[in-house]
């Protein structure tokens, strides 16, 4: 008898998983929670037993928006509001170590910003090394760079750490024509082109995110990981979301 097809067998190797702030706190509401947080974790935990390279790319919306500041009149700067975002997603970031490892996992936190008591400076061949020997490697603090958002450092990370797919976890099951949640008719798409998602102005990451994905031909996975085990079905190449290629 011949073995049965395991239907989550990974179809990527190495893959660059995008988890905006929301996800690392309740809807609507700022800070961490813990169970969500755990939520993310056994997720992640799933795919890595099975074989795949992870790093995380994190927000930091659920703590702080650095464009919550720009408003004009403000006393905090605009670009002093990023660099506290960027420190907000590593909040994040020490975070989803902590459950990780709490389930046996080795994990390195990376940062673009330099926080040596509590991370790593981002360097590429070490991550890609950490990556190799089974660590999960999250991914903090942008680009580094004010006025940069996370879709951009997601998109730079991807193609920096030679990524097989960029997955955009988000709360929706993939990319719309308008706001499914303002208009009942709004049209979800199964596949897009680079191309459609620049000349409709698709809400998928934003637009220089796109541009780097494009030039390098690294596709996106945009999907729902807050149904159980989409994130396991994203990686085994289940038709979920919305895929963008050339």
Same mark, same amino acid.
Do not use: W
């Given at each position: 008898?011949?073995?049965?097809? &395991?239907?989550?067998?990974?179809?990527?190797?190495?893959?660059l998983?995008?988890?905006?702030?929301?996800?690392?706190?309740?809807?609507?509401?700022?800070?961490?929670?813990?169970?969500?947080?755990?939520?993310?974790?056994?997720?992640?935990?799933? @795919?890595?037993?099975r074989?795949?390279?992870?790093?995380? @790319?994190?927000?930091?919306?659920?703590?702080?928006?650095?464009?919550?500041?720009?408003?004009?009149?403000?006393?905090?700067?605009?670009?002093?509001?990023?660099?506290?975002?960027?420190?907000?997603?590593?909040?994040?970031?020490?975070?989803?170590?902590? @459950?990780?490892?709490?389930?046996?996992?080795?994990?390195r936190?990376?940062?673009?910003?330099?926080?040596?008591?509590?991370?790593?400076?981002?360097?590429r061949?070490?991550?890609?090394?950490?990556?190799?020997?089974?660590?999960?490697?999250?991914?903090?603090?942008?680009?580094?760079?004010?006025?940069?958002?996370?879709?951009?450092?997601?998109?730079?990370r991807?193609?920096?750490?030679?990524?097989?797919?960029?997955?955009?976890?988000?709360?929706?099951?993939?990319?719309?024509?308008?706001?499914?949640?303002?208009?009942?008719?709004?049209?979800?798409? &199964?596949?897009?082109?680079?191309?459609?998602?620049?000349?409709?102005?698709?809400?998928?990451?934003d637009?220089?995110?796109?541009?780097?994905?494009?030039?390098?031909?690294?596709?996106?996975?945009?999907?729902?990981?807050?149904?159980?085990g989409n994130?396991?079905?994203?990686?085994?190449?289940?038709?979920?979301?919305?895929?963008?290629?050339?």
């Amino acid at each position: 008898m011949s073995d049965a097809i &395991d239907p989550l067998k990974p179809k990527y190797n190495r893959v660059l998983l995008k988890m905006s702030g929301e996800a690392f706190g309740h809807g609507g509401q700022s800070g961490i929670s813990i169970s969500e947080t755990m939520g993310i974790a056994h997720q992640i935990k799933r @795919v890595v037993d099975r074989g795949v390279q992870l790093a995380v @790319v994190v927000g930091g919306g659920n703590i702080l928006r650095g464009a919550q500041f720009s408003a004009k009149g403000e006393v905090i700067k605009e670009t002093t509001a990023h660099y506290m975002g960027m420190l907000a997603t590593i909040m994040n970031g020490l975070a989803l170590q902590e @459950v990780l490892e709490s389930l046996g996992m080795q994990t390195r936190l990376q940062t673009a910003l330099r926080v040596d008591s509590v991370s790593e400076f981002f360097i590429r061949r070490r991550a890609i090394r950490h990556l190799e020997k089974g660590r999960v490697v999250i991914l903090s603090g942008g680009t580094g760079n004010p006025h940069v958002t996370t879709d951009t450092a997601a998109a730079l990370r991807g193609i920096e750490l030679e990524a097989d797919i960029i997955l955009k976890a988000t709360r929706v099951d993939g990319v719309y024509s308008d706001d499914p949640e303002k208009n009942p008719h709004a049209t979800r798409y &199964d596949r897009l082109t680079y191309d459609r998602v620049f000349k409709e102005g698709l809400r998928v990451m934003d637009l220089s995110a796109i541009d780097l994905c494009a030039d390098k031909k690294l596709p996106i996975l945009v999907f729902n990981y807050k149904k159980e085990g989409n994130i396991e079905k994203a990686i085994a190449g289940h038709p979920i979301g919305t895929l963008v290629t050339a």
